[in-house]
């Protein structure tokens, strides 16, 4: 069945520091890829997401590159903040479906 | 625009007993979901209802746990009787159809159920 795979945490990052979460996606067919974030005592909340191969998804300085050649879709920060401490999941949903498949999460901590 | 609400939003209960969750989705929403975090795990994946009927019951783990959408507005999921690896969090979420656009599925802030 379909799967996902994210980097284990948590991840602990000085402020300003670059960011990578990898994710990696078992799936048959041409699935869209999202990545959901929890800030704490928060609900899940769409950070980004592609839609079909070669798409980068981009939203509040993160990115996202849809890669089908190694079926990845690792998330990325030029230079993070506190602020941006959370819990993220990625996530695929196939074609035509509303069932998403997510990731175990990966917990952020930045500090100063 | 009010987004997903849920309630309770934490509850703690002893083994045996009954719970039962509620979510509101977003107005206009005829697609509600829910979904489950044990702790440290994925979130899974339990039902999907377009309006009042059942789309997707796949995830259900078992007869203990019991959805309902009367009316096609607000659900219900219900754990009778608790167990302690019910523990977790419960995110329900909608969107508003199935392609294009309105498929964004925007999710709740959770239910944290601890079952002692």
């Known amino acids: 069945g379909d799967s996902v795979t994210q980097m284990e945490g948590p991840v602990t990052l000085s402020e300003e520091a670059f960011l990578t979460i990898n994710c990696t996606y078992t799936?048959?067919?041409?699935?869209?890829l999202f990545w959901y974030v929890q800030y704490p005592g928060e609900g899940l909340q769409l950070l980004l997401k592609?839609?079909?191969?070669?798409d980068k998804g981009s939203n509040k300085g993160f990115e996202a590159t849809y890669r089908k050649e190694t079926t990845s879709f690792h998330l990325e920060k030029g230079s993070v903040q506190v602020s941006d401490s959370a819990v993220y999941f990625c996530?695929?949903?196939?074609?035509?479906?509303?069932?998403?498949?997510f990731g175990t999460g990966t917990q952020l901590k930045v500090e100063l | 625009e009010a987004g997903v609400t849920q309630f309770p939003s934490h509850s703690v209960i002893e083994k045996g007993q009954t719970v039962t969750l509620r979510c509101d989705p977003i107005?206009?929403?005829?697609?509600l979901y829910w979904y489950r975090r044990v702790m440290g795990k994925e979130i899974k994946f339990l039902l999907h209802?377009?309006?009042?009927?059942?789309?997707?019951e796949s995830g259900m783990p078992n007869n203990r746990f019991l959805a309902e959408r009367t009316g096609g507005t607000y659900s219900t999921l219900k754990v009778q009787p608790a167990e302690l690896e019910d523990s977790g969090v419960y995110f329900c979420?909608?969107?508003?159809?199935?392609?294009?656009?309105?498929?964004?599925?925007?999710f709740g802030e959770g239910s944290w159920l601890t079952v002692v």
């Open positions: 107005s206009g929403h005829d697609n």
């Open positions: 979420a909608s969107s508003q159809g199935t392609t294009g656009s309105g498929n964004t599925i925007y």
């Open positions: 996530a695929l949903r196939k074609g035509g479906g509303n069932k998403l498949t």
């Open positions: 799936a048959t067919g041409y699935p869209s």
């Open positions: 209802f377009v309006k009042e009927s059942k789309q997707d």
């Open positions: 592609a839609t079909k191969a070669d």
